[in-house]
């Protein structure tokens, strides 16, 4: 975090591990399917397929000085 003229900019997290987690329908224990790393940017983005419903979600274990958080989940029907 910089701040310039009373104004604060968050940067990116880069280069962390964070783990997709899927939960199937009618369950309530995610699994880890993927572990993504943030980029230069502090982004995500992956592409895995979809063959139940589900829900879907982020999850960073955190760090020394950044607590862990997880995303809101996504419900996929899966067609």
């Given amino acids: 975090m910089t701040q310039h003229r009373g104004i604060l900019d968050y940067g990116g997290y880069t280069d962390q591990p964070v ?3 899927f939960c ?3 369950t309530t224990t995610y ?3 993927k572990t993504v790393y943030t980029s230069s940017t502090g982004t995500l983005t992956t592409t895995v397929p979809a063959s139940e419903d589900g829900y879907w979600r982020w999850n960073f274990a955190g760090t020394s000085t950044t607590p ?3 995303s809101t989940a996504d419900y996929v029907d899966v067609q």
């Fill in 68 to 70: 862990a958080a997880k």
């Fill in 31 to 33: 699994t880890t399917v």
């Fill in 19 to 21: 783990r997709l987690q």
């Fill in 24 to 26: 199937k329908a009618g």
